[in-house]
């Protein structure tokens, strides 16, 4: 068994090292930026609906994510970041979940907007490209 792998129960599942999951979505978000750009590449209205969709999900993931770093960085304070000032600790852990509020609340108002978003899909013809 591999260090990064995961005893889980069904499937085997290879779980990747945080920094190499955190660098992906960093070139895929890029990517994303730059493709729905003004000179990016042309989109169906149906098409950006998907996107929508992803972006929830994956910001209510990045939420998740950035408690569980507040929790480990909390968490640690007692034991290996013992060492570290204890202040300096509380702040990393207070902006971590500040940030995961901030990013749970900005996928809760894209969530909110899918009704909108759908009923704009509706009103115009499927292959019409933004």
């Known amino acids: 068994m591999l260090d990064h792998e995961q005893d889980s129960p069904g499937p085997q599942r290879i779980t990747l090292p ?4 955190a660098s992906h979505l960093r070139a895929c978000a890029d990517d994303l930026a730059v493709s729905l ?3 990016g590449t042309a989109a169906t209205v149906p098409e950006l609906l998907k ?3 992803h972006l929830v999900a994956g ?3 990045l939420a998740i994510a950035l408690e569980g770093m ?3 960085v909390e968490g640690g304070g007692d034991g290996v ?5 204890m202040t300096d600790v509380e702040v990393v852990a207070e902006v971590l979940r500040a940030a995961a ?3 749970d609340c ?9 009704p909108s978003f759908e009923c704009v899909s509706e009103s115009v013809a499927p292959d019409t490209r933004l």
């Open 51 to 53: 996107v929508v969709r």
């Open 59 to 61: 910001q209510q993931a």
């Open 70 to 72: 507040a929790g480990r």
């Open 101 to 103: 509020t901030a990013v």
């Open 18 to 21: 945080p920094t190499v999951v």
């Open 37 to 39: 750009t003004a000179s």
């Open 81 to 85: 970041l013992a060492t570290a000032p």
């Open 106 to 114: 900005s996928a809760e108002a894209l969530a909110e907007s899918r």
